[in-house]
């Protein structure tokens, strides 16, 4: 008889997003009439950027003739893509990353779920607390976190960084000195940010103790304060110790297209063997690379249009945050976040969990958010709001929630 996977069962419920989906979706079911505004889940609701279309549909002519159709993609990624990544993202921002050493894939979800894999079993992980949940259950699907205290809602073998009003959403460098560890700046989910002396902190910690970092930095699109770093490549020695994950998802609407890129330096070494050849390893065994097409819409991104055509975009979402940030403050309620990423992060009523605020916005306003503590302990008491909705939408939300 075959065996499954265990490790697969000491998953608690379902991953958080699909278990929010259930309950509004049956919610929905008992009342069909209501008008539920959807500000759960960070995906994005304004249409592709005409750069990005006309680049798409070029591409999609272009797969229609013999002469010049492409089959399987490049196993790191087109070229043109690759490239025009490492000039705009990293060598533009004086940061020395080369386009042989991006690898691109079809999201960062995927990437930051999958990178794990080329690390030993017994490597002890960090995360942030609360954290984007995929970091944790794709660790735990390895076997690598011990067992679940469903009490604390904690792994035995994961080493928790609490973010909290107390140190403002930023977590400590751990006193147990941790493998591996997740960084997400701007944050998921309280939208916190991070300084590059802070960042720097974290580079010099791990390349002093051998860790290595994962750093997801997925909303780098939205910051707008000077001082905040675009990636962790801006801190000295980051390349011997940093591992980026980054996506169009959020910066160019790309939530349905799917694409994303991972950077490995190649000086990321363990012992003579670096992760850069592990990862392409993995690459070209497990994937056959995101589609012609996607990578060419993608290539638009960095065009002159493009780029204008999405600075607008990501001020529109902005300013979504900052109608939720205000109105939810003058209500009274303490909010942060919201300033260089697209998430609110606010305090829940006194006496209120996560969850059952959860259950009072979906009933009395028919606004959907993300309770905190779906992202680990510390986010119990806090609810998280997206401002990728409509204008309109977070308009009347914010007015249905201060009716409620
Ligand atoms: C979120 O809501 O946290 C994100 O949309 C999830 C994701 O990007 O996969």
């Not at 930051?112 to 079993?121: D, P, T």
Request: with cysteine; net charge negative.
């Amino acid at each position: 008889m075959f065996k499954i996977n265990e490790d697969y069962l000491k998953l608690p419920g379902s991953y958080l997003f699909s278990n929010i989906a259930k309950k509004v979706a049956a919610f929905q079911e008992q009342n069909p009439k209501k008008q539920i505004i959807r500000l759960g889940i960070g995906d994005v609701t304004q249409p592709l950027a005409p750069a990005i279309i006309e680049s798409l549909h070029r591409s999609v002519d272009e797969m229609g003739h013999a002469e010049t159709f492409h089959g399987y993609a490049p196993d790191l990624g087109y070229e043109f893509l690759r490239s025009v990544m490492a000039k705009e993202d990293y060598q533009s921002r004086g940061c020395e990353i080369r386009a042989d050493e991006i690898f691109i894939s079809d999201g960062a979800k995927c990437d930051s779920g999958n990178i794990q894999e080329i690390f030993a079993k017994n490597n002890r992980i960090a995360v942030c607390d609360p954290v984007y949940p995929v970091y944790v259950d794709t660790n735990v699907m390895a076997g690598r976190t011990g067992i679940y205290d469903p009490d604390s809602q904690t792994w035995s073998d994961v080493i928790y960084m609490p973010c909290t009003e107390e140190n403002g959403f930023a977590p400590s460098l751990p006193d147990q000195v941790p493998d591996i560890i997740y960084l997400c700046f701007p944050n998921n989910p309280t939208g916190a940010t991070i300084s590059r002396e802070a960042l720097q902190e974290w580079v010099d910690y791990a390349n002093r103790n051998g860790s290595v970092i994962i750093y997801d930095a997925a909303y780098e699109a939205y910051i707008s304060e000077e001082g905040v770093p675009h990636t962790i490549y801006e801190c000295q020695g980051a390349r011997t110790c940093a591992i980026e994950l980054r996506s169009f998802s959020k910066n160019a609407g790309f939530t349905g297209v799917r694409l994303g890129a991972t950077v490995i330096p190649k000086e990321l070494k363990c012992g003579d063997t670096t992760l850069h050849s592990l990862w392409a390893r993995r690459h070209g065994t497990k994937y056959n690379g995101a589609p012609y097409i996607v990578q060419r819409a993608g290539e638009a991104v960095y065009s002159p249009e493009g780029k204008e055509q999405l600075k607008k975009q990501v001020a529109y979402y902005m300013n979504n945050a900052s109608v939720i940030e205000t109105g939810l403050r003058e209500a009274g309620y303490q909010v942060s976040g919201g300033v260089n990423a697209p998430y609110i992060w606010l305090k829940t009523p006194q006496g209120m969990t996560s969850w059952e605020f959860f259950d009072f916005l979906l009933e009395k306003a028919n606004v959907v958010g993300t309770p905190g503590s779906g992202f680990g302990p510390s986010g119990e008491g806090y609810f998280r709001l997206t401002a990728f909705g409509s204008y309109e939408n977070t308009v009347e939300a914010i007015k249905r929630i201060r009716q409620a």
